[in-house]
């Protein structure tokens, strides 16, 4: 691995803040610490190497492979793994069983920015949606990979704001942003 925490660290913060100020917008650029042969997942890593400090909660749903890559992660930035509903940030991956975005930490009236950011980075296959975002003058459309039932969750959680959760989404390899004031609503398919 030949990640350096200064210049690839604030590439990939940089990377995450364009992706929240863009919502589901495609961002390329995020450094590879090359700690994972699967693209998703080694992209995921080198957000939370950017965003992870000392004594930051981390989550893991996935693999043993995934809870592996989060301990090696955690070691390296001084982050501790938790349980989803007290981590600041969670990592999805396929091999996911469990919803996330529901108990996922919210914050509170008082201090909103304070909920979870959940990282998606899986091959699940893309959903069709609809974003509304604060200051667009029209809705996008666009297609995330993310489970049908966690796309749900999310959306629900974040209805009626200001507390709810973020999502980065890892795109094969672009970032998408979600920030909680984006609405969210599924495409219905023709039948």
Request: hydrophobic share 45%; aromatic share 4%.
């Amino acid at each position: 691995m030949t990640w350096d925490p200064v210049h690839e660290g604030r590439r990939a913060f940089d990377c995450c803040f364009r992706a929240f100020c863009e919502p589901g917008a495609s961002i390329v650029g995020v450094p590879r610490p090359m700690m994972r042969e699967n693209l998703r997942e080694d992209l995921a890593a080198g957000v939370l190497l950017a965003l992870l400090d000392p004594g930051i909660r981390l989550a893991v749903v996935g693999t043993d492979e995934t809870r592996r890559l989060a301990e090696t992660i955690c070691s390296m930035t001084g982050a501790l793994l938790s349980s989803i509903g007290e981590a600041a940030f969670v990592l999805v991956t396929d091999g996911a069983n469990e919803s996330v975005a529901g108990r996922a930490f919210r914050g509170t009236p008082l201090q909103p920015e304070r909920g979870a950011t959940v990282i998606y980075a899986g091959s699940w296959p893309s959903v069709a949606v609809t974003l509304t975002s604060p200051g667009r003058a029209r809705d996008e459309t666009l297609a995330l990979p993310i489970p049908v039932a966690e796309l749900d969750d999310f959306a629900r959680v974040n209805a009626d704001g200001p507390c709810g959760v973020d999502a980065l989404i890892v795109d094969g390899p672009s970032l998408r942003g979600l920030p909680r004031g984006v609405a969210i609503t599924r495409v219905k398919q023709a039948a």
